[in-house]
């Protein structure tokens, strides 16, 4: 029913930055909260950022003062900008979205297919 593109990824050098992108396509009323979680290799995946469907965000405290999401509901599309980028960034990261598909139903969770970020040192 509904799909997340993600795309910004690649390989970049400490200290630079990158913007993730992910759009959500297919039967969808409205966008509740979007975000993004990362998984570093060998570890497990965490929460990177949060944002509701208001407006309001949340970072982990990895990424505050160096990341920021956005979104923008006209384009269904959640932003992740991550400047100051460290070797320990290095992850695939994976945007997720809270989606009505009609009023006054529950979300459904859908997320993206990951997108890989290297930082090298």
């Known amino acids: 029913q509904v799909q997340l593109v993600e795309s910004g990824g690649g390989l970049v050098q400490a200290g630079g930055s990158l913007r993730l992108s992910c759009a959500a396509s297919?039967?969808?009323?409205?966008?509740?909260?979007m975000g993004w979680y990362r998984q570093p290799p060998g570890d497990e995946r965490e929460l990177v950022a949060h944002?509701?469907?208001?407006?309001?965000?949340n970072y982990a405290d990895s990424g505050k003062g160096r990341f920021t999401i956005s979104r923008d509901n006209a384009k269904n599309t959640v932003y992740l900008q991550m400047n100051s980028l460290r070797p320990e960034d290095t992850a695939v990261y994976y945007c997720?979205?809270?989606?009505?598909?009609?009023?006054?139903?529950?979300?459904?969770?859908?997320w993206g297919q990951g997108t890989q970020v290297t930082v090298s040192s």
């Open positions: 997720y979205a809270g989606v009505y598909d009609k009023i006054g139903g529950p979300p459904a969770p859908y």
């Open positions: 944002i509701t469907g208001g407006g309001s965000t």
């Open positions: 297919g039967s969808i009323f409205s966008i509740g909260a």
